[in-house]
């Protein structure tokens, strides 16, 4: 795929800078491996999965109904922040802020990889999942 191309599909990808915790550090990362990806230094195909759930008071049957529907389509609950996808690798990172913990269907979801023998790494900043990228031979730079 040529530069240009992969610019239209990060082209969204973009810095929010009120956002804190989790999100915070998802956008954070998000914004680097766009980099990586754009410089050609990150290997594969990435991307992040939004799996959160909400549902909100003034619309709680629909966004539950909604919620549903995803889940009849294949949503899965736990899957990790980011997906990693080389000819060589696939590896998940579940990004939490310090204290963050894994919920229960991350745990679940966690077990799943280990059964499979598919790398899942947990980590709490950037130079974190650089480095896991690294270790992994799918960040160069």
């Not at 491996?33 to 799996?51: A, C, M, Q």
């Not at 629909?62 to 997906?83: E, T």
């Amino acid at each position: 795929m040529n530069i240009l191309n992969k610019i239209r599909l990060l082209s969204k990808i973009c810095n929010l800078p009120n956002l804190k915790g989790e999100d915070a550090l998802t956008n954070k990362v998000a914004m680097i491996l766009t980099g990586y990806t754009l410089d050609n230094n990150l290997k594969g195909i990435w991307f992040h999965v939004p799996n959160e759930s909400v549902v909100s008071k003034e619309n709680k049957l629909k966004d539950i109904l909604r919620i549903q529907r995803k889940h009849c389509m294949g949503l899965i609950n736990g899957v990790p922040d980011f997906v990693f996808i080389s000819k060589d690798k696939t590896l998940f990172i579940e990004l939490k802020t310090e204290k963050g913990r894994l919920s229960e269907y991350q745990l679940y979801f966690r077990d799943w990889c280990a059964d499979e023998q598919i790398d899942y790494y947990i980590a709490r900043s950037v130079e974190e999942v650089t480095d896991i990228l690294k270790r992994n031979k799918l960040l160069t730079a």
